[in-house]
């Protein structure tokens, strides 16, 4: 009986045993570079240059948070507890693996409804026997950890200037590209499916570049202001001039 009780109790001390699991922390503690939310809100990616690292983070479902697209660490690293930790890469064994053009300091420069994530950097290419700087940007699918392939086709080499992820009142998804090589600015968008490769879809020349002062991107709206002073809107769910402005 004692032999068998003695048994019992051991048994029940293995069961009861707690194995302690060390929760993930992000970015192994560096500081946080750069947070950006979706366009529905529900996901956020922030960037540390410290440890070349992006994390994706959920919605807790049982809070909804309404931030801007991008803000400052100081006002929003604090409203991270409304979100979940699920995915954490390395930028640098990522690009090592898929864009090896790239460097590990690439920056987080867009996010998707669909945990996908824009990352961007200044490259040197050899274009007609020259050396040149130019802005390159490539998509992350975060869950697989995988790329996504841009066809470009013969616009490859442009400099990519600005990216957005689009999603209309459906809640398709959209990318958008604003490159441009030695004469010409242009629009490109892709759309966003499940595959690992997009084509564009669609495109519109946006003039001269060198006429071309600043480009901003706002919503499903897109403004050039060029050397002119003049600013033209062009609706991006559309890719259709909407209004011209002459300020000066």
């Known amino acids: 009986m004692t032999d068998k009780g003695e048994f019992s109790q051991a048994s ?3 069961i009861e045993e707690k194995i302690d699991i060390e929760p993930e922390i992000p970015h192994n503690g560096k ?3 750069k947070l950006m939310l979706s366009p529905d809100s529900k996901f956020v990616a922030t960037w540390s240059r410290d440890d070349r690292s992006i994390c994706g983070w959920k919605l807790d479902d049982s809070q909804f948070v309404k931030l801007s ?3 400052s660490i100081g006002q929003s690293e ?3 507890n409304q979100f979940k930790l699920f995915i954490s890469i390395s930028i640098e064994e990522f690009c090592h ?3 090896p053009e790239l460097s590990a300091v690439s920056k ?3 996010v998707s409804n ?3 994530v824009a990352i961007s950097d200044t490259i040197v290419a050899t274009i007609q026997s020259k050396y040149v700087q130019r802005k390159q940007i490539e998509v992350i699918n975060l869950v697989e950890n995988k790329k996504i392939e841009l066809n470009l086709y013969q616009y490859r080499d442009w400099s990519m200037e600005e990216c957005r992820f689009y999603a209309d009142k459906d809640n398709n998804e959209s990318f958008l590209i604003v490159a ?4 010409c600015q242009y629009i490109f968008k892709f759309l966003c499916n499940k595959s690992q490769s997009w084509k564009i879809n669609n495109s519109i020349s946006c003039g001269a570049f060198k006429d071309i002062k600043k480009c901003h991107i706002d919503g499903e709206k897109i403004m050039l202001i060029d050397n002119c002073s003049s600013l033209t809107q062009w609706n991006l769910s559309k890719l259709l001039l909407e209004k011209q402005y002459q300020l000066g």
Not at 180 to 183: A, K
């Open 97 to 99: 693996k898929f864009c």
């Open 78 to 80: 604090n409203k991270l």
């Open 12 to 14: 029940k001390s293995k």
């Open 69 to 71: 697209i991008e803000q």
């Open 114 to 116: 669909n945990k996908l």
């Open 108 to 110: 987080l420069h867009a």
């Open 31 to 33: 500081k946080i570079t």
């Open 180 to 183: 441009h090589d030695y004469e």
